[in-house]
């Protein structure tokens, strides 16, 4: 639950309110942000879906049988009018309005909608309630966005902001791969106390120019901020989303943490490939230097990758999987992911000795009991 909810923040079309600002400090549309996140968005939610399946075939759980009153078109036919303010938001986004109007043309739609069914029409009180709670929800946002605008205007009025990414670049010896390390360490820390929206301000300014300077596209850069700053939500020792979920199902919240780590961990992967390797920005639907062809197939190896990393971490493929087949699956699916022939060759190698190797072993398939 906790791991799935913090994918929802980088799902379009509705995004969280850091995509909105990654638009403002591109200068792009938001349109422009939904196709930078639809990618990594539907690779993430592939990992998650595969994960929870190799869990649930590794523990033994079985399907809940739940009664079924009414079909999904009968579902949809009473119910579906609900998905219009979601319609019309991205709809006014597409045709170029700007994301005060598009908002404003969704809670009309959303006024208008309710009047559909008698249940969720807008009494009086349901409205006055609805302000009430949207202006008390807006007051957390508000608080935010001015204090991170007094420290970006501070980093950047100062030089602060220049000066911090020369000394992270200068820490990292001018490597890429290091600095985007050193990047990533610094907005979990950062993230640890500061909500996702505000984390992404200070490392927009802290951390974004300190990758630019080392030739990555500001899309990209940002991108990989926007991410690490949301795995600060499932990273421990805060982890606020896990601890929620742990407290709502009366689970440990040590345990809990974990296990979104776990089926968070594609998300710790992906900004890398979209970061350091120019063929990966791909995967943000840039073919620049790579072609169309080469650029669809890129996307397709990461969703074998991805799947294949879910594999490792969840220990389990066709059966029970041991540690060598874990470690190397891991391996086949870091090839995978790293966009060139070479790792895509060593990537299918070692899914087809997995397979052979689980093939070829007799045991292992029973599943892990639950305690």
Request: proline fraction near 5%; charged fraction near 10%; charge should be positive.
């Amino acid at each position: 639950m906790a791991a799935g909810g913090m994918g929802a923040i980088t799902t379009p079309p509705v995004m969280g309110a850091a995509a909105f600002l990654i638009a403002e400090f591109l200068r792009i549309s938001y349109v422009d942000v939904i196709l930078l996140a639809i990618i990594p968005a539907a690779l993430y939610y592939w990992g998650l879906l595969l994960m929870v399946e190799f869990d649930a075939k590794k523990f033994g759980l079985k399907a809940v049988q739940i009664e079924k009153k009414y079909t999904l078109w009968q579902l949809t036919k009473l119910y579906g009018y609900h998905f219009l303010p979601l319609i019309a938001i991205v709809a006014f986004l597409v045709k170029g309005f700007t994301p005060q109007v598009s908002v404003f043309a969704a809670i009309l739609t959303c006024f208008l909608s309710s009047f559909i069914r008698k249940e969720s029409r807008f009494t009086v009180p349901k409205l006055i309630e609805a302000l009430k709670q949207g202006s008390l929800t807006v007051l957390n946002v508000a608080a935010i966005c001015a204090s991170a605008g007094i420290i970006v205007g501070t980093v950047s009025l100062t030089g602060l902001g220049l000066k911090l990414s020369s000394i992270i670049i200068g820490y990292a010896g001018g490597s890429l791969i290091i600095t985007t390390l050193f990047t990533g360490i610094l907005l979990w820390i950062i993230g640890l106390a500061v909500p996702i929206t505000a984390t992404y301000i200070i490392a927009a300014v802290i951390a974004a120019p300190a990758l630019t300077q080392l030739g990555v596209p500001e899309y990209a850069a940002h991108m990989f901020i926007f991410y690490y700053a949301l795995l600060s939500e499932v990273s421990p020792p805060t982890a606020l989303s896990p601890f929620a979920a742990a407290a709502i199902t009366g689970g440990d919240p040590f345990k809990t943490t974990m296990m979104s780590w776990k089926y968070a961990i594609t998300a710790f992967l992906m900004p890398f490939i979209f970061t350091v390797l120019p063929a990966g920005r791909a995967i943000l639907l840039h073919w620049e230097g790579i072609g169309l062809a080469s650029g669809l197939w890129t996307i397709a190896a990461a969703f074998i990758g991805i799947g294949m990393l879910a594999s490792g971490c969840s220990g389990w493929l066709l059966k029970k999987s041991s540690v060598l087949e874990r470690i190397v699956i891991i391996i086949g699916a870091l090839a995978f992911v790293y966009p060139s022939r070479v790792g895509d060759l060593l990537g299918f190698a070692c899914l087809i000795l997995v397979i052979v190797m689980q093939r070829l072993r007799k045991g292992g398939g029973t599943p892990v009991v639950a305690t």
